[in-house]
């Protein structure tokens, strides 16, 4: 079917106005200087105003300053590292905000976590769907709980015991961190590879009489031991 | 000399997997101490092919890791001795196969076995890229079809110029043609690209063509290497390739359409 | 039959399919053997940067571009995170 345009991402470089200071007659006068060098280079090129390095930003007159950028032959089409404040009133004047990654100002720390926080440790992760081929889910903490099924390719580890309430077809690895007490429970196992604490079983190996039916297995005298449930 | 085959082709689905399993089982029918390393991370199907996947606890990307010995992860063949299967990772990324590891695994290898024979990812990415930098013989594995015939002339170029071969200034690669998938019938109605049309485009010299054959599919569900199934024209033109790679003057069968007419019998006796 | 299958019957598919292929593998050779020299291009700049910025090889790229009458060659140089000047 004929497409009557794409829309893609692209990268453009774009020169980037990073403010020292509010003063509108400084940062004026040393435009001017910057633009004498290369007219021809700035007419019409696209500006960025970067606001990160300005010690007091809510000091900047900032309809002010787009007009003076766009005196010298600018077209200003968007600020980055704003203040809130600053980014309302560059998208009333139709300017788009540029969010950067590591350049300009750097981010400030959101939220560290609380000590408070990490004393509710969960004591087990709950999975409501599907582990597909080729996914890994580890879990370094406590128990996981799978409510659908394991796929043939797909691992699922956990320090604790792993409970599977749909098929499993993959790998499980329980007491990843060494526990030798931790169980893995299923459904219905078709598991390629079983391990508890490092001891493992491969599928050939497990007894036919319970190939496709509900077990547990857990570690008995250094042997994975599978028993019905 | 212990040599390293790479089974590859650009395009997928074409029986790169299926001709790894065939040839590797084929060369240590013959007595080779062999081994097939599945490069595919990610998307690891020569288990399957070779009905080992019940027995995978290691793959190549933990023997690469050093978190198992290369001794851990080869699984020996059920049916044949001399034969050992290396496992891709299902759950790893493709970059786990350093340039690095890949060579040390190798050369680990050659220390005792005959053959390496690598079955590559399809595409031109990072995996099949490492399953024929250090490739000693190349096989190419293509189907009857322009996109294929085209994705294959692509590999030859990177065989001809991104190979450990090359780049040490030594003989190149050795390239052999392999035709998969290939029905005389359609060839004589002009439905298809000839042995000829496709060898002429390529110009590397032909090791075999595999006939279109139902006990392709048969083998795969069993997990029984084609090559194993001596009722199967499909079987029967891998030993053939086979024989051929080892040196043997083999005629092609399979190529020409049947002739099942009464006058076809007749002049087929003359 | 139309005229349009009059005309092309006697064409078996076979044969357009290998018509196709020769000229499209032509031409392929012909891209791949074009810009050759970009590769080298690109680590000779990799080594000249490396020497005072610490970067990776994917952080260079070298890029050919064909229109028409012009060619465009495309640098592009990604410099790391400050802190990692030499």
Do not use: W
């Amino acid at each position: 079917m004929h497409q009557p345009f794409d829309l893609k991402g692209a990268s453009f470089t774009i020169p980037m106005l990073s403010l020292r200071e509010a003063d509108m007659e400084t940062i004026g006068s040393q435009l001017t200087k910057k633009v004498c060098q290369a007219p021809m280079f700035f007419h019409s090129a696209p500006l960025v105003v970067n606001l990160g390095y300005l010690p007091d930003p809510e000091q900047l007159n900032l309809p002010g300053l787009l007009a003076l950028v766009r005196e010298q032959g600018f077209i200003p089409v968007g600020i980055t590292n704003g203040t809130e404040a600053q980014e309302q009133q560059a998208k009333a004047m139709n300017m788009a905000v540029l969010t950067t990654h590591g350049s300009g100002k750097g981010q400030e720390e959101q939220n560290p976590p609380s000590s408070e926080e990490e004393i509710d440790k969960p004591t087990a992760t709950v999975i409501d769907e599907p582990i597909r081929s080729g996914q890994r889910v580890i879990v370094d903490q406590g128990d996981l709980i799978v409510m659908a099924s394991v796929g043939s390719g797909a691992e699922v580890i956990a320090a604790g015991n792993i409970h599977v309430y749909g098929a499993l077809r993959g790998r499980a690895f329980a007491g990843s961190m060494g526990d030798s007490r931790a169980r893995i429970f299923c459904q219905h196992l078709e598991a390629e590879l079983v391990a508890v604490a490092g001891v493992y079983l491969v599928n050939e190996d497990f007894p036919d009489s319970l190939r496709t039916k509900p077990v547990h297995i857990c570690l008995q005298t250094e042997r994975i031991r599978i028993n019905s449930l | 000399m212990t040599r390293i085959i790479v089974v590859t082709s650009g395009k997928g689905g074409v029986g790169k997997t299926t001709t790894s399993a065939a040839f590797a089982t084929g060369l240590a029918l013959q007595g080779y101490k062999t081994a097939v390393i599945d490069f595919d991370v990610g998307l690891r199907n020569l288990d399957l092919i070779m009905g080992c996947e019940r027995r995978v606890v290691y793959d190549f990307v933990n023997v690469i890791n050093q978190e198992a010995s290369l001794n851990q992860a080869l699984i020996r063949d059920k049916r044949i001795d001399n034969l050992f299967i290396l496992p891709a990772s299902q759950t790893r990324e493709k970059e786990a196969l350093t340039m690095e590891g890949v060579e040390t695994v190798l050369n680990e290898l050659a220390e005792t076995f005959d053959y390496i024979v690598c079955d590559s990812p399809a595409g031109i990415e990072h995996g099949a890229y490492m399953a024929m930098y250090f490739a000693d013989e190349a096989i190419v594995v293509t189907n009857p079809e322009i996109s294929s015939v085209r994705d294959s002339d692509r590999i030859l170029g990177l065989l001809g110029s991104k190979t450990k071969r090359i780049i040490e200034n030594r003989t190149p690669v050795k390239e052999h043609l392999l035709l998969t998938r290939y029905s005389p019938e359609r060839v004589k109605n002009g439905e298809m690209l000839s042995v000829k049309d496709i060898q002429e485009i390529l110009s590397i010299p032909l090791i075999g063509v595999i006939p279109e054959s139902q006990s392709v599919l048969t083998a795969s569900n069993q997990g029984i290497p084609i090559i194993v199934n001596k009722n199967s024209k499909a079987g029967l033109a891998y030993n053939d390739s086979i024989g051929r790679f080892l040196g043997e003057d083999i005629e092609f069968r399979f190529i020409d359409a049947r002739k099942d007419s009464i006058f076809g019998k007749l002049f087929r006796g003359r | 039959m139309g005229l349009f299958d009059y005309f092309h019957a006697s064409r078996k598919s076979s044969d357009v399919a290998k018509e196709r292929l020769s000229i499209l593998i032509a031409r392929d050779h012909f891209h791949r053997n074009q810009p050759s020299f970009l590769s080298a291009l690109q680590n000779e700049l990799l080594e000249v940067i490396k020497k005072y910025v610490d970067i990776d090889q994917d952080d260079v790229t070298v890029s050919l571009d064909r229109e028409e009458d012009c060619e465009i060659l495309e640098l592009n140089i990604a410099l790391p995170e400050k802190g990692r000047y030499k």
